[in-house]
């Protein structure tokens, strides 16, 4: 999948290659195309509807059929990309390939952004094959620039646990070291201030100054649960912050902030849809749960923040 955007009147282009659902690829595209990127999509599955209803039938896309739809752009001399994002993948050799492009993207265009939401378990459980994970350790992380694992994804990735604020600083640290200057833990077991009633996560943000110093913002926040599973909200999270940040480049704060409250608007606008329309007493179908993103558009082009981001006292100049 790939966007083109002319927000502050240049042409800003992203290329997106997601093994994923039809939900995720439509949450994706959908969102950024609101948000004024154009978006070419590189589909790597084609299924009926997403995998959260009981029946799907389609089609994987091949590591071999991926490399000939880069080829075919390639010939058409149309690489000129800004952005790259990717997420879920359950196959080593469609990884690896996934790794060329992004190298060779990253040399023909050095200023690149790749976020990453690498897409492996949660709840201590992978849902992904073991192998990827030294893929994801030695290839995908260290060519990263945008990072949003939860915190399962986290602790593989760097080996340590997550007890505390103090641990999740030094796991986003730890994760700074290995490649990307922003990070962000979208979700945590780590106990609210706000009570039970909260998710909280937390985020960091490398900023290089020209003396050779950087600061380290760091920040976190207390999203409202919600009692219902939803399909496509990793997707959303990731097109969003991959927006945000476009537009706040050295301001995760604000980032964040318009992020997790677009995600809040849609989630809140999807769940009171599917309780009225299932009825009193009954719980809501896949069908009902869909995100509902069209009615959510006024939100996603200027969301009111609702949920704030508090800056941790653990900002200090490093030299580099």
Not at 29 to 35: E, G, P, S
Not at 49 to 58: I, L, P, S, V
Not at 288 to 300: C, G
């Amino acid at each position: 999948m790939s966007l083109k955007s002319p927000p502050f009147h240049t042409k800003t282009s992203i290329l997106s290659l997601m093994k994923s659902n039809q939900k995720s690829r439509t949450v994706s595209i959908a969102n950024l195309q609101v948000l004024g990127f154009e978006v070419d999509s590189i589909n790597s599955v084609q299924f009926s509807n997403h995998t959260g209803y009981a029946h799907w039938k389609g089609q994987v896309l091949t590591a071999e059929e991926l490399n000939v739809l880069y080829e075919g752009i390639k010939l058409n001399n149309v690489t000129q990309y800004d952005y790259i994002l990717t997420g879920y993948s359950r196959d080593t050799s469609f990884l690896e390939v996934v790794v060329d492009i992004i190298q060779e993207l990253k040399k023909a265009n050095p200023s690149l952004v790749y976020v990453c939401d690498p897409v492996m378990g949660d709840q201590g459980a992978m849902y992904v094959p073991e192998n990827l994970l030294p893929v994801y350790k030695k290839k995908v992380v260290p060519l990263s620039d945008i990072l949003t694992p939860n915190q399962f994804e986290a602790e593989l990735l760097t080996g340590r646990k997550i007890n505390t604020e103090d641990d999740a600083v030094k796991v986003m640290d730890l994760l700074h070291e290995m490649g990307p200057d922003t990070v962000v833990l979208t979700s945590t077991d780590l106990p609210s201030k706000q009570g039970d009633q909260f998710l909280v996560a937390l985020g960091s943000q490398k900023i290089r100054k020209p003396d050779g110093t950087s600061t380290n913002q760091r920040i976190c926040l207390d999203i409202p649960k919600v009692d219902a599973v939803f399909v496509g909200t990793g997707d959303l999270f990731a097109a969003m912050l991959l927006a945000w940040t476009h537009h706040h480049p050295n301001d995760l704060k604000t980032a964040c902030e318009k992020t997790v409250s677009v995600m809040h608007h849609v989630i809140k606008r999807t769940i009171t849809y599917a309780v009225e329309t299932a009825g009193p007493g009954i719980k809501p179908s896949p069908a009902q749960l869909e995100l509902r993103m069209v009615q959510s558009k006024a939100d996603i082009e200027n969301p009111s923040i609702v949920v704030k981001a508090n800056v941790l006292d653990k900002s200090l100049d490093q030299k580099q």
